[in-house]
Nanobody, 128 residues
Framework: QAQLVESGGGLVQAGGSLRLSCAAS????????MAWFRQAPGKAREFVAA????????DYADSAKGRFTISRDNAKNTVYLQMASLKPDDTAVYYC?????????????????????WGQGIQVTVSS
């Protein structure tokens, strides 16, 4: 059973940056897709970004495009989310997810149901 551990969250002012990391307990080349989701209080979990093991298939939520960058280092079994120009609306618990299926279409990459493993979540708070 793979385990995912997020790090790098915290409190930042609006306009600032943070980099989240997600370390996997097993070799990430077996995780064909890895993704970040987030959940704000009282809201459903929402997709943020996803990346396949070759790093050639990358998707972003509209809210993340142009501000967030997802990347992965399979040698380090780690996926990253670089977040810039943060807004108070980005405040949420951020979750790392991983799955062993190739997700050929965008709608599947954006569905939490397609991912087999989840981290415990990490808080990101953006102050105005």
């Amino acid at each position: 059973q793979a385990q995912l551990v997020e790090s790098g969250g915290g409190l930042v002012q609006a306009g600032g940056s943070l980099r989240l990391s997600c370390a996997a307990s097993e070799r990430t080349f077996s995780m064909l897709f890895m993704a970040w989701f987030r959940q704000a209080p009282g809201k459903a979990r929402e997709f943020v970004a996803a990346i396949d093991w070759t790093t050639t298939n990358i998707d972003y939520a509209d809210s993340a495009k142009g501000r967030f960058t997802i990347s992965r280092d399979n040698a380090k079994n780690t996926v990253y989310l670089q977040m810039a120009s943060l807004k108070p609306d980005d405040t949420a618990v951020y979750y790392c997810a991983a799955g062993k299926r190739f997700l050929a279409v965008t709608v599947r990459r954006r569905s939490p149901n397609e991912y087999d493993y989840w981290g415990q979540g990490i808080q990101v708070t953006v102050s105005s």
